[in-house]
């Protein structure tokens, strides 16, 4: 079974402080599409080195959606890209797909 993001760590971090949860929420969904944008036009222009930048900062944003499973892939790709194989971009890709269609349902 395929990993679903949550929001089950935002919560414990706002422990009922519904301004900060929203606050957090809002910087998700700002921040998130960014990096995904730098990513993909790193990949598409060949650049592994600034792509495996790119997977660093993503990365932590799937632990912080419950992706723990999509993290240590996160981990690997990022370590594979120094090394200049792409081999886990699909992967990759489909899990950025799958954030970006749940923070669209998310309200801050």
Do not use: C, W
Not at 19 to 33: D, G, N, R
Not at 86 to 95: M, P, Q, V, Y
Request: net charge negative.
């Amino acid at each position: 079974m395929q990993e679903r993001p949550n929001l089950d760590y935002v919560e414990e971090l706002a422990n009922g402080d519904e301004a900060f949860k929203a606050k957090f929420i809002a910087i998700i969904k700002e921040e998130f599409p960014l990096e995904v944008a730098e990513y993909l036009d790193n990949v598409e222009n060949k650049r592994p080195r600034a792509t495996s930048e790119n997977v660093h900062k993503l990365k932590h944003k799937f632990n912080i959606l419950g992706l723990h499973e999509g993290y240590r892939l996160a981990v690997r790709y990022e370590e594979d890209l120094r090394l200049g194989d792409t081999t886990l971009e699909g992967d990759f890709k489909a899990i950025l797909e799958t954030i970006s269609d749940y923070i669209k349902t998310i309200r801050p």
